[in-house]
């Protein structure tokens, strides 16, 4: 069965391109009927951290995708050690006494380029052991071959054939002087015990793959097929980063800022890859019948923002795009959250009645608070009482209107179909167009021009709210 792992570290916040690294390995998963595993690979302790194990998982259960089986790779260190103590028994690695520069022992102690210390390489047998018994720190080397000229190959599912020669391939470090794996060691032992098939990572591991396989050959295990997404890079070319681009490069940023968790995976899906037919707004369900390694392009993938605007504005269309689409009882759900949030104590049943109101109206679910707020709050945003006067008309003619709407929105059915019987009506008995009619109103109860339909606006504010906003309106307009 097809088995797939997403391994991230927690030395920092979930990055949009490793969740995008996710998403991708998921969809293979799931479109080959295979297994999805979720790998925390901690074992670089110093740099671990509490707060961005938490922010990995927050920004992954905000996504939506489950996976089947999970591990941390600091639990397999026995796991890591004996693989590799098999491949230094087989003579396929060496000890390296050489201190190291800096406290990191995967380095060399000699300057500039590298790729062996012949002294330590060529150490023989007993004199390691020795040194080894007496208690001399060391790191343990792969030995890459360099008797004979070889290459080692694999085939990427994105890159097609690669191929290195063993001579540029420096004796990597198998475990450091401290005995805790290597990157390169605790990935493959985890690899291979885990049955992974398919590794799907970023691009900027493509030159450790051939690393990789040398190690699952040395062991005596079959190495998974690779496959290497490009990268996401900003507007300038530049790798997208924290410290450069700061939190629009975390899937937080973009959770917070409302918007829905499959809309977003929809963007990083099309940030990279594309379906046979080129279509955007997918379904999960259609995102998996479509992926394939095929549709990943080769080069690296854009994400388009400024200072003044933090997202992309594709993954701001697809939101909205998602939004107009989807059952008003669960976008009703997603703007709850969002209301209360911010203070205002809303009803289930009253959000559901606002939501079809602004469903068109809003990009991102943070937008509800600017598209609903006259719904929302007891009092109205000042605005301008000369806002009140319709088109071709005056003052005079502003005030005509609310004092007479006032006296039908009192008497008047609170329906939809009631209220738009009732206002038209009376535009008929003042002699004037419908639409001199509506927009005072809509002023006076919403604070502005535009706002979502009138008759539904009338009716799920209420009637004591509308004629209480309309004789503040009034009393706007004496004073002009």
Known sequence: MLRVRFAPSPTGFLHIGSARTFIFNWLYARHHGGVMILRIDDTDVGRNTEASLNSIFDGLRWLGLNWDEEYKQSERLGLHSEMAQAIFHKGLAYRDFTPAQGGDSEKSGAQGAWLFNADMRNLGQEESDRRAAAGEPFALRFRVPRESVSHVRFADGVYGEQVKATADIEDFALLRSDGMPTYHLASCADDADLRITDIIRGQDHLTNTFKHVLIFEAAGCPPPRFAHVPLLTAPDGTKLSKRRHGPVVSVTTYRDSGFLPHAFINFLCLVGWSPKNDREQLTRQELIEAFTLEGIHRSNAVVNFTEADPFDPKAVWLNAEHIRTMAVADLSAQLLPVVRAAGFDVSPEKMLRITPLIQERIRLLRDVLTAADFFLAADLAPYDASELI??????????????????????????????????????????????????????????????????????????ETCLGRIRQALEKLKAI
């Open 390 to 463: 319709p088109k071709k008309g005056d003052p005079a003619l502003a005030a005509r209107v609310l004092e007479c709407a006032l006296g039908v929105l009192a008497a008047a059915q609170f329906t939809h179909d009631g209220l738009e019987a009732a206002l038209r009506g009376a535009a008929g008995t003042l002699g004037i167009k419908a639409g001199q009619m509506f927009e005072p109103i809509r002023v006076a109860v919403c604070g502005r021009k535009t706002a979502p339909p009138l008759f539904g606006t009338l009716e799920v504010l209420g009637r």
